[in-house]
């Protein structure tokens, strides 16, 4: 799977194969940094509100801790610090001790910086907490006595930074300044797609560029790692040939599924289906239009602006991240090249009656099954209580379970949640680029490890005698079966559900072919360790084609592939071969990376 994101900026859009940086992953990424819910002004005077303060502000919108007096379940409230940890621990040790050892049940733990000696703990209770306190006070861990106590609380950056911004900031909502000088539309523009104003051809020279820094640094990494490359690379910056970049076919109206946040606009107060104006943390939820934005195609800013007028002429209000209240959350749209439209829509439906659900729901269907704007496959979602998503797998309102898209010749199929490429004719271009570094053997077996729907796995098909998928998302590997049968392809491939570092050595073990290679697009951050271990014991693995959309995340894994072998490390080593840097998102900084990875001995280098 292929994730980017931007580095700054808006929340509510995708600008990667299947990273959605969306307001309920926002959520739950504050409470994995110790962080907290955003908060979205009402569009409707009440007269229900808390105490003003001399300014007129009402005091609970300037308290930063307003939150922990909610009923919602935060962890904050059950935080504890943790000091005196020996300088080298890892987070498995400490999370090992915490849950098995000493029985403290911590819900969320976050360590310092490598070589800090605190960390913070959370729990779901105060009788967890309370217990935490008194069996770490004193407790020895490697000869380091521990210390334990109440971590403060963190404050809401949104509403802390409204109580020190309110006086400053005109009639609007979220924090939005309208006397910047940057209009709404250009901030929106200049966060998806930063480099739209900078020619196409400078864009692929700038990711040369930025490519060759990475090879630079993945080769004084892989010297690190292996004293006995000093030698052979001490002249050379680069540990293999870097092909110049394949570039999109394509560099407009290229993303074919992009998720939407549903807010207020900052100025006119107007609800809105688009993207979030900045990041919560730098104090905003407030919506942008997305009308003037060249990467989104035209039937899917239809679709959302259908959407939006929908929300505008309903009672029912955006979802409220500060306070929980509210309904409509972010709206999902997939298109493909044939035309077709799928959307799923997330909501917060704590506020709904049963029969106000219903309502909801029939009027959602009359309203966009009527093929104006048209919509092939319409689903909703819900969120719990907290906020978050829950496990169930989307309501389909009408339509069909998925939308077709063709593919070099393929046809796959595409579920609500599968994943698939963003643009698809830089996808055949990647593809085939992955295609060209195989050769055609009927005695070797394909290993597509994140595997998604398939695609890899089915468009290199006619170059191998077998192909194994492994998928840990259960929708999409169904679709992979699909895909196969509709290609007829279902004799030679195979497709598993499971997590790869829980399936891999099985899946090994139905390999038909004594030659092996394998393909892995893993997410952004890479592969789990043990796959990489695996990969590297399974010794019918002769060549290994890395699929990175963000190499810096992954590059923990491509040293580990060249370590020199150890009790840890069985089997001999993959160094890249070829690095071939592919364009998938124009407009954007990332670069896709193809790296060609060889087994070698130790002796042959």
Known sequence: MANVSPSVGVVGLITDGDKVVNEEEELLKMAETESLVGVQEDDTPTTDKPPEGGDGVPEEEKNPYAYLDREEFSSEKYKIEVKGLPKIFGFKEIKKLLSNKLNLNPHKIKTGKSGASYMF?????????????????????????????????????????????????????????????????????????????????????????????????????????????????????????????????????????????????????????GFRVSSYKAGSVAIGPISHLIHL?????????????????????????????????????????????????????????????????????????????????????TTETHGQQQKNVPTKLFGDDYITENLLGLKFRISSEAFFQINVPA?????????????????????????????????????????????????AVKDARENARLNELADKCQFFAGKAEDTIDAVIGKAQFKNIVAIVDPPRSGLHQRVILLLRKCEKIKHLIYVSCDPKLAMQNFVD???????????????????????????????????????KEMSDL
């Open 121 to 273: 703990v959370s729990f779901k209770t105060e009788e967890d907490k309370l217990k935490a306190l008194e069996v770490l006070n004193g407790y020895k861990w490697k000869n380091r006595f521990l210390t334990a106590g109440v971590a403060k609380a963190v404050e809401d950056p949104l509403v802390a930074k409204r109580k020190r911004t309110f006086e400053h900031v005109d009639e609007g909502v979220s924090g939005f300044r309208q006397e910047d000088a940057e209009s709404i539309e250009d901030r929106i523009q200049r966060v998806t797609i930063p480099w739209s104003t900078v020619p196409y051809a400078e864009q692929l020279q700038r990711k040369m560029a930025s490519t060759d820094t990475i090879v630079c640094s993945m080769t004084s990494k892989f010297i690190e790692a292996n004293f006995k490359l000093r030698d052979k690379y001490k002249e050379s910056k680069r540990i293999c040939p870097v092909d110049e970049i394949k570039p999109s076919p394509v560099t407009e109206n290229y993303r074919n599924k992009c998720e939407f946040s549903i807010g207020y606009h900052p100025q006119t107060n107007e609800k809105m289906v």
């Open 427 to 475: 996808t055949e271009v990647l593809y085939t680029t992955i295609g060209g570094l195989l050769e055609s053997n009927p005695d070797t077996t394909v290993l597509d490890v994140c595997c998604g729907t398939g695609t890899i796995g089915l468009s290199i098909a006619s170059k191998c005698g077998q192909v194994l998928g492994l998928e840990m998302i259960e929708s």
């Open 297 to 381: 195609p035209k039937n899917m800013v239809k679709v959302a602006l259908a959407f939006q007028d929908y929300i505008r002429g309903s009672s029912l209000k955006p979802f409220d991240p500060e306070n929980h209240e509210g309904c409509w959350k972010n709206l999902t749209v997939r298109t493909s090249t044939n035309g077709q439209v799928l959307i799923i829509l997330l909501i917060s439906a704590k506020e709904l009656k049963p029969e106000e659900f219903l309502e909801m729901k029939n009027s959602l269907i009359q309203t966009f099954s009527n093929n104006d704007p048209q919509i092939a496959s319409c689903f909703l979602k």
């Open 561 to 599: 592939l060249s370590r020199p072998v150890s009790k840890r490390y069985v089997g001999a080593p993959f160094f890249p071969k070829q690095i071939i840097p592919v364009d998938m998102f124009p407009h954007c900084p990332q670069t896709e990376l193809v790296i060609f990875f060889e087994r």
